[in-house]
């Protein structure tokens, strides 16, 4: 018998991959190797939706063990890889085993990256990216009333409005000068942040954390670079992620912060495909380009598994994200690096707008608040290649979809 | 339990349990039926979980709130009276025996 496709890492993007084989007619057999004890999950809820009580865990699951069985996926959770050897097409497991591969597939994901404190190590400091995390900062919550969330990313302000919600007292600190500086214009900084205020959240910019201050190992505050402290008995962490690249550097894969792929999620290694977090995609300009979202987990999981099956099925959506903080839910649509202008349409004080980022005439992305129509339609536009005017993404009056139903212009850049 | 009746894109239907309270979206990404992709997870985010609901199932279900509707108004396959997003709408024991059909496309 020959040997399985092997895909390490059951999160979102393993699962896609070994799902895509099927559906795409891989007939052998696909062994799927999770380091959790637990099946696949989706994790956007977990600082979310799960942490605020609003489904239990049972829900999170993508799939059943049967529904997995059904698909003749041999899922194997609780399953290390230690090394890969990619001349002879074997894998060896923690426990010393070793496994043939006919195709691999590095789905390894990222890990939070650690606090570089004194005092990190304490009981009541958390990152948030797994399932267990989230059980644990769940049960540390309902045991405190004051909360500390280090970094003011997508991670930690979704904590922070959940903990908020929950009536506890929540500290946010922020090394840069505004919040989610790394992902939204300064304009939605700034609604966040009165956001968050006005939710009686206290928002520190531009701060530097020096230590975790605690007793008898248990956390019991955080202090600040310039003196100040700030009491806590739980500390969360959110100061983003490392990708898992070490295996595949480890074998001689190519890695560049991330295991290095081709828009069809192929490695340097033949028979080695690579997608979702762990990755690093080099376009076809020869930029870098790292995305950390679903949507990528998902994409790049199906070119993966066209890969392995020979065929080319570039991921070639724009990006796309979202965001769920109190009532306000961020969808965002196309990159905005190297826009020169951004227009409004609709009305921050109503919580309700988009905001429209423009190169010259060509619209790159489109942030949406409490507008998922606007959403929704942006990422048509963008993938059609097509903009409205800034006049026109500006005057509410303005039909958005008749941009879709023009004829396509004649040349495309 | 609730037994609802998944139809998907090939036609193929799934009888399945779905725990009371736990949305139509959730029963069908558990069971692995095919034609529902559900990318969000369930936020209402994504708009790949578009189904069609029983006729007579409709006055059953709350209807869609601004936002499902602002949503179900792109979705990639046909939108009809019937369209739901599936994340949205939850297992009762009034929609036992329904039949939520899948579109061709989610994305």
């Known amino acids: 018998m020959s040997a399985p496709i092997v895909i390490v890492g059951a999160g979102q993007s ?27 999950y989706h994790r956007p809820p977990l600082s979310k939706a799960y942490l605020a009580g609003k489904a239990e865990e049972a829900q999170l699951f993508i799939r059943s063990p049967e529904a997995l069985a059904k698909k003749r996926i041999d899922f194997r959770p609780g399953s290390r890889v230690a090394a890969l050897d990619i001349a002879r097409q074997t894998l060896t497991l923690a426990d010393g085993s070793q496994l043939d591969y006919e195709g691999l597939a590095l789905a390894t994901g990222a890990r939070n990256r650690a606090l570089p404190l004194p005092g990190a190590e304490l009981d009541g400091v958390f990152g948030l ?19 500390v969330v280090i970094g003011g990313g997508f991670i930690g302000l979704e904590f922070a409005a959940v903990a ?7 500290t946010v600190l922020e090394a840069a000068e505004r ?5 939204v214009p300064p304009a ?34 955080v202090r600040c670079a310039d003196g100040r402290e700030f009491e806590a008995g739980l500390v969360v962490a959110g100061i983003g992620v490392l990708p898992n690249d070490e295996l595949a550097a480890a074998a001689g894969i190519a890695c560049d912060r991330g295991i ?69 839910k961020l969808q965002m649509a196309g990159l905005a690096a190297g826009a020169d202008r951004s227009v409004l349409r609709g009305s921050q004080e109503a919580h309700a707008f988009s905001l429209f980022h423009y190169r010259g005439e060509q619209l790159l992305a489109v942030d949406s608040l409490n507008q998922p129509q606007v959403h929704m339609l942006s990422r048509r536009m963008l993938d059609a290649g097509r903009s409205p005017t800034p006049a026109q993404a500006a005057d509410s009056g303005f039909e958005l979809n008749t941009v879709l139903a023009t004829p396509a212009p004649a040349t495309s850049s | 339990m609730v ?20 949305s139509l979206m959730q029963g069908a990404m558990s069971n692995g039926v095919d034609g529902m992709e559900a990318e969000c997870g369930g936020s209402c985010a994504c708009a790949t979980c578009h189904c069609y609901i029983d006729e007579a199932a409709l006055a059953l279900i709350p209807p869609a709130a601004d936002n499902e509707a602002a949503m179900l108004e792109n979705v ?22 329904i039949l939520v059909e899948l579109p061709a496309a989610q994305s």
Not at chain 1, 129 to 145: F, G, P, Q, V, Y
């Open chain 2, 3 to 22: 037994m609802i009746t998944y139809v998907e894109p090939n036609g193929g239907r799934q009888e399945i349990d779905v725990p009371e309270g736990w």
């Open chain 1, 260 to 328: 290095l792929v081709d828009a069809c999620s192929r490695t340097s290694a033949p028979n080695v495909v690579a997608s979702g977090d762990c990755t690093v995609t080099r376009l076809e300009d020869g930029s870098l380009r790292r995305l950390e979202s679903v949507q990528a987990a998902v994409e790049q999981g199906k070119s993966a598994a066209a890969a392995l099956l020979g065929r080319e099925r570039p991921f070639s959506a724009r990006p796309w994200f979202w965001s769920d903080q109190y009532e306000v």
């Open chain 1, 164 to 170: 908020a919600a929950q009536g506890k007292r929540v």
């Open chain 2, 76 to 97: 990639v396959a046909e939108r009809r009276p019937t369209s739901r997003l599936a994340c949205q709408v939850k297992a009762t024991a009034a929609l036992e025996g």
């Open chain 1, 129 to 147: 990216r797994t399932l267990d995390d989230t059980r644990r900062i769940a049960d540390a919550l309902a045991a405190t009333e004051a909360v």
């Open chain 1, 179 to 183: 919040l989610m500086a790394r992902a």
């Open chain 1, 188 to 221: 939605l900084s700034d609604f966040y942040l009165a956001l968050h205020r006005a939710h009686g959240v206290r928002v520190e910019l531009g701060v530097s954390v020096a230590a975790v201050l605690g007793e008898q190992g248990r956390a019991h505050g």
């Open chain 1, 14 to 40: 393993g699962l896609q991959v070994a799902e895509s084989l099927r559906s795409e007619g891989w007939e052998g057999g696909i062994l799927l190797l999770g380091e959790e004890a637990v099946p696949p």
